[in-house]
């Protein structure tokens, strides 16, 4: 609670001395009023953090249901996904057919045997590269002539993939191959034969390493190596992307412009490569530019697949691209995307199938190329009767399991003589017998919650309203509830079930995840939602309940959620700007106003117990005067 009265040590004044009495005890019973008061507010304070944490839970378990089946992201579970109806098996000859192709069908694709005879060809996208290495080593800007002496105790880090090692360089070289093979025969014997090489080249120090990072360093000796041939702590034969476009490619021009696929562009020399790169990967050119820093070259790429990919370079000002590139790519018409050929169910191999995409949908079947194959790969399309089955006997099991959990908030017994504990009362207690109490302190805080309720009863109200526009019910394909509305509950036929999708498995999913002519929205009116729910199938209808309670964004009264309005969520407005964290501002006030009230009354009573005692004190000391003069005669 924390915030309980030390009598002890509220006050400084004179406790009994003269009167014997116990002046703490007695303060504290006349303050016992008021102490109830405070002890009565945190209460009440406790109780408010224990229902927020009621709600955040319920929140939460609510949010984790809602994103295992209705959030696109959950590819395995994700239920507006689930009308395929159809179960593909697929075999080849060396029985590894994924490797080349990803097969599924959907509710409209026909049943039967299908071959792909031949994939020939991938989809690709048109590419352009640098023409060769954008930083070409790592080079020194010192210009180095022979005989070069090195004072003593001079060195130099240097770093190979990560692997460091300090070089010592002194003495006096006659020639650059005398500094050149000692290094290299020093590089070989640590690193292996050329992994890392130096040279010079136009009378700079230079270091190669292909297919590696290798990174120099300020040497721990007292003279630097690095200063003499013209590196920097820290320079790599790499881009850095996070450096300016001036610090790692030498721009000069203050007005980089330039366009991809009629987008324009424009940066300053002070821009990072990083910068450049993410900017044009979400525009609207429909490439991505990418860097490799093991062949340090540049890849811009179409996102568009097939031959109708294509890349436009226009190079304004600056030198980004252009004749002069820093990247290497020069202004440049680029259209070198391939389409995907195969041949489906053709044994002759006389009419290819080109596709500008390796994902496409022919006939309900969607393919998803991945390599080529000259083996067939043959597979078979059926009714998927114990896939949907099992799809949706997970749904109502987690459906069961979620309303049970919230109503069951609602259902809680009430312990009235559990109220949350004092400070004080904790201090007499086990950490065990804490927990127990608390257990039944905390039990029933949502039972009379309107917010809760609500919740169950629209998600009972979306399993019994008809959906219009489907000819069956759920209770007609096997799924009932139990006759008990208070302990409500999903119950599936399977035999009924089956032999509904075997009969018509569209109308079976439709009575879940029907859409409706209305779209979902938190703007819509209590009239176009309403119009909205009656078209749409028992998954949408508990998708949208679900969203209307933990949503983030407003509806149209400017509202978010209400489960978000009551309690918050972290990392929003909302997670200070809701009700209990609002009711929890205000009783604390009442606290700190209660406990500043009470501090004054105990000053008060102190301070008559320290005059009576003082008076007392007085007292008692003339009378012990007077004694002394009538019996000292």
């Given amino acids: 609670m924390g915030n309980s009265i030390n009598f002890y040590s509220r006050y400084n004044g004179i406790s009994g001395l003269a009167s014997g009495m116990d002046t703490e005890s007695l303060v504290k019973k006349l303050l016992s009023t008021d102490q109830a008061k405070v002890d009565s507010y945190n209460a009440d304070r406790q109780k408010s953090i224990w229902r927020q944490e009621s709600y955040h839970a319920i929140m939460d378990q609510i949010k984790e249901f809602k994103e295992k089946y209705f959030d696109v992201l959950s590819t ?151 200063d003499t041939v013209g590196m920097t702590n820290g320079q790599r034969n790499v881009l850095s992307l996070d450096s300016s476009l001036y610090d790692v490619l030498g721009e000069v021009s203050n007005e980089v412009k330039f366009a991809i696929n009629g987008v324009g562009f424009e940066f300053t020399r002070d821009t990072t490569v990083r910068e450049v790169m993410s900017t044009i990967n979400s525009s609207k050119a429909n490439v991505s530019l990418t860097y490799s820093s093991l062949e340090d070259k540049f890849t811009l790429k179409s996102k568009d697949t097939g031959e109708v990919s294509a890349i436009v370079i226009q190079n304004i000002s600056g030198n980004f691209f252009g004749a002069n590139s820093y990247v290497k790519i020069t202004d440049s018409y680029v259209k070198n995307g391939m389409d995907a050929v195969f041949h ?80 004080a009362q904790k201090s007499e207690m086990t950490e065990r017998q804490i927990e127990l109490w608390e257990e039944k302190a905390k039990s029933g805080l949502l039972r009379y919650d309107s917010n809760i309720s609500k919740i169950v009863s629209d998600l009972k109200s979306a399993f019994w309203g008809e959906i219009e526009g489907v000819s069956s ?75 209307n ?60 117990f320290t005059a009576m005692e003082t008076a007392l004190q007085q007292m008692n000391s003339q009378s012990e005067w007077l004694y002394a003069q009538f019996y000292s005669q």
């Fill in 76 to 226: 395995e579970s994700y239920l507006f996904a689930k009308n395929d109806t159809r179960k593909v098996t697929v075999t080849n000859a060396s029985n590894n057919a994924s490797n080349y192709v990803e097969i599924s069908a959907d509710s409209h694709a026909a049943e039967g045997e299908h071959v792909i005879n031949r994939i020939l060809n991938l989809a690709t996208s048109s590419t352009v590269s640098s023409s060769s290495r954008v930083v070409d080593g790592l080079t020194g800007t010192a210009e180095l002539t022979f005989p070069l002496t090195v004072a003593e105790n001079t060195s130099f880090g240097i770093a190979l993939d990560g692997a460091y090692v300090e070089v010592g360089v002194s003495g006096t070289y006659n020639t650059a191959a005398d500094l050149v093979d000692g290094l290299n025969a020093y590089f070989d014997n640590v690193y292996g034969t050329s992994r890392v090489t130096a040279s010079i080249v136009d009378n700079k120090l230079q270091f190669d390493a292909p297919n590696s990072i290798v990174q120099v360093f300020d040497g721990i000796q007292e003279n630097n190596f690095l």
């Fill in 473 to 547: 019910t759920l209770y007609q394909i096997g799924i009932t509830t139990t006759s008990d509305y208070n302990n409500f509950e999903l119950e599936i036929d399977e035999q009924k079930l089956e032999e509904a999708i075997e009969k018509d498995p569209q109308a079976v999913w439709d009575l879940f995840i029907k859409e409706g002519d209305i779209d979902y929205s938190r703007k819509l009116t209590s009239e176009e939602y309403s119009a909205r729910f009656k078209e749409i199938g028992f998954a949408q209808r508990i998708s949208d309940i679900l969203e």
């Fill in 344 to 423: 489906l169910n053709d044994d002759s191999l006389t009419n290819p199938i080109r596709r500008s995409d390796n994902n496409f949908t022919i006939d309900g079947v969607r393919y998803s190329l991945k390599e080529t194959t000259i083996d067939p790969i043959s597979f078979e399309i059926e009714q998927d009767t114990e896939g949907m089955v099992e799809t949706i006997k997970d749904f109502v099991k987690e459906f069961n399991e979620l309303i049970a959990d919230i109503e069951g908030k609602t259902k809680e017994k009430i312990y009235s003589d559990y109220e949350p504990l004092t400070t």
């Fill in 549 to 608: 309670n933990i949503s983030t964004i407003r509806d149209e009264y400017d509202m978010k959620g209400i489960l978000v309005e009551k309690a918050g969520v972290d990392g929003d407005a909302t997670e200070i700007n809701n009700t209990f964290s609002q009711e929890i501002l205000k009783l604390d006030r009442r606290i700190n106003d209660a406990i500043e009230r009470m501090t004054v009354k105990e000053q008060y009573y102190w301070k008559k």
